[in-house]
């Protein structure tokens, strides 16, 4: 079973940046789509990127030209880099697979953004 361990979360100002982690163990996440998802107290878990084993990445079209997702199959890590954020994109932050079998969830990375 792959365990998965988000970090980089935080309190920054609207316009300001932080980048995620996600440590995934071993290495069969790497032939899943994975995603960073996020989630507000009382709504549902909202897909806000992706990659794919071959690189190819997806966008919400509320983080579009703002949010970066790459990886590192060496070190078992997906970043998702966010710029410009904004008040909205506070919540709290996962990773997993985009399947309908996802892995275990980690406990997320909580982004605050204030205005």
């Known amino acids: 079973q792959v365990k998965l361990v988000e970090s980089g979360g935080g309190l920054v100002q609207a316009g300001g940046s932080l980048r995620l982690s996600c440590a995934a163990s071993?290495?069969?996440?790497?032939?899943?789509?994975m995603g960073w998802y996020r989630q507000v107290p009382g709504n549902q878990r909202e897909l806000v990127a992706s990659?794919?084993?071959?690189?190819?990445?997806s966008f919400a079209d509320s983080v579009k030209g703002r949010f970066t997702i790459s990886k590192d199959n060496a070190k078992n890590t997906v970043y998702l880099q966010m710029n410009s954020l904004k008040p909205e994109d506070t919540a709290v932050y996962y990773c997993?697979?985009?399947?309908?079998?996802?892995?275990?969830w980690g406990q997320g990375t909580q982004v605050t953004v204030s205005s």
């Open positions: 997993n697979a985009v399947s309908s079998r996802p892995f275990a």
């Open positions: 071993g290495s069969f996440w790497r032939i899943n789509v």
């Open positions: 990659i794919s084993p071959g690189g190819s990445t």
